[in-house]
């Protein structure tokens, strides 16, 4: 059974301090971890997609995942929830195993995910999709079938928690419209609505931002930020550094299917492994810019890397014309472990 244990929500500067001793290195144990992944694999054809060898997800955090594309990040979150088989490894939540459990079960445990593309029903209302997320609907049960008025209470009460979810999300005025008429970023705030219809402990977000018009990005990022002032944990991909920066406590690197760094977020342009990893995965392919001269897409990414970089050398003093000084003095961790 999940754990039930009440746990105090922690503030923003607690969560900070939280990591103030954890080390910079990929697989750095935390003070409390709720989610511990052992030396999980996936392999398409001859690809390794994920090749995690340790990594611990700090309890009431906001953990963000970031790398290149094709860096193994969705692929990670499909195998944590049961949306796809590891070839080995072991995770677990709070000591309970959770390998080969299918989503419906990894979400009773209290991990719950949302997708880099939206899954709601189209031809559905607002309301119906969201109630959908609820678990235990008796009512589908054989049992509770033949106890109608167990069945009735128990809709009530999922339709009730379905609108108190669309009115947190600002969506209780489109709860009769069928969800495909919403916008990107409404879509984005029911599935987290849906998702939150389980009463998660662990809420993974993939790419919450992607396809949400400016407009709705404050309103979004808040909502991720009040769903650990809650007291959920949260993991989220993204590729927007600038989101990256504003919500996450911590911030854990992957490449070629492997965690190759951790930091909190300020601090990951002084880490050779994560200006490689980007430089290494883009210096072959083309730049890309919009019409008015500004990099777009994976080449925004890296230019914002880099930018960051040589801002570090900058206020260290050093020269920017030494390509040496563009890299970080220290080495992290993860390299003189190698
Ligand atoms: N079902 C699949 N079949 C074959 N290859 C796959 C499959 N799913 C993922 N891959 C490959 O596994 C690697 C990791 O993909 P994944 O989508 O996990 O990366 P990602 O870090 O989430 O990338 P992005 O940021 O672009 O979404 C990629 O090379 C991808 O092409």
């Known amino acids: 059974m999940p754990d039930t244990t009440i746990r105090t929500p922690l503030t923003r500067e607690q969560r900070i301090a939280v990591f103030a001793d954890i080390d910079h290195r990929p697989g750095s144990p935390k003070a409390d971890p709720i989610l511990v992944v052992d030396n999980v694999s996936r392999t398409f054809g001859g690809l390794k997609a994920v090749d995690v060898d340790h990594l611990e997800i700090q309890r009431g955090c906001i953990t963000g995942l970031i790398g290149p594309n094709g860096a193994g990040k969705t692929t990670l979150f499909n195998l944590l929830t049961g949306f796809d088989h590891a070839d080995s490894g072991t995770w677990n939540m709070d000591g309970r195993s959770l390998g080969r459990m299918p989503p419906h079960r990894v979400a009773r445990q209290g991990i719950v995910r949302t997708f880099q593309l939206t899954k709601a029903l189209s031809k559905m209302t607002v309301l119906d999709n969201v109630r959908l997320g609820a678990r235990h609907q008796t009512g589908e049960r054989m049992a509770g079938a033949m106890l109608p008025w167990t069945w009735h209470a128990q809709e009530r009460a999922i339709t009730e928690r379905a609108r108190d979810l669309l009115a947190r999300f600002n969506l209780e005025q489109k709860a009769d419209d069928l969800a495909g008429s919403l916008s990107g970023g409404q879509r984005k705030l029911l599935e987290m609505a849906r998702a939150l219809m389980t009463e998660p402990t662990i809420v993974m977000l993939d790419e919450p931002m992607a396809g949400v018009n400016p407009a709705l990005t404050q309103s979004l990022l808040g909502h991720i930020k009040s769903l650990c002032d809650d007291g959920m944990t949260v993991v989220f991909v993204e590729h927007d550094m600038d989101v990256i920066r504003d919500i996450s406590d911590w911030v854990v690197v992957m490449a070629q299917g492997s965690v190759i760094a951790e930091a909190p977020p300020d601090r990951l342009a002084d880490n050779t492994a994560v200006v490689d990893a980007y430089l290494g995965s883009h210096h072959d392919q083309a730049l890309e810019f919009d019409d008015e001269?500004?990099?777009?897409?994976?080449?925004?990414?890296?230019?914002?890397?880099?930018?960051?970089?040589?801002a570090q050398v900058l206020e260290s003093g050093a020269d920017l014309s030494d390509p040496d000084a563009v890299r970080p003095t220290d080495p992290p961790a993860s390299q003189e472990k190698s």
Request: without cysteine.
């Open 293 to 310: 001269g500004n990099p777009v897409g994976a080449t925004a990414e890296l230019a914002e890397v880099l930018a960051e970089a040589e």
